[in-house]
């Protein structure tokens, strides 16, 4: 139904920057909210950034200073810029979407496949 097909992983040195993208496809009749959440090997998968329909802004702390998230609705799109990325960085990057497919259908949760974030010397 709802398809999301992130890009922009790999690996990078610290200090470094990267630019996320997710894009959504489907029978979408709005997006109330994308995110991004993240998972390092051993750990609970935890929220980075979202951005609703009116651009309301949730950053974590330990990323605020370094993270912008951004959207472009005309593409269904979400974007996360990453500089002065850390070791800590390290994660799989997972793209979030809270998705309405009718109008008197309440919203939906999904997933893309995750990409690779590395920062590494």
């Known amino acids: 139904q709802v398809q999301l097909v992130e890009s922009g992983g790999g690996l990078v040195q610290p200090g470094g920057s990267l630019r996320l993208s997710c894009a959504a496809s489907?029978?979408?009749?709005?997006?109330?909210?994308m995110g991004w959440y993240r998972q390092a090997p051993g750990k609970e998968r935890e929220l980075v950034a979202l951005i609703t329909g009116v651009d309301r802004i949730t950053i974590v702390d330990s990323v605020k200073d370094r993270f912008t998230i951004s959207r472009d609705n005309a593409k269904n799109t979400v974007y996360l810029e990453m500089n002065s990325l850390k070791p800590e960085d390290t994660a799989v990057y997972y793209c979030n979407a809270i998705v309405q497919l009718q109008s008197y259908r309440g919203p939906v949760g999904y997933w893309g496949q995750g990409t690779q974030v590395t920062v590494s010397s």
């Open positions: 489907g029978s979408i009749f709005r997006i109330n909210a």
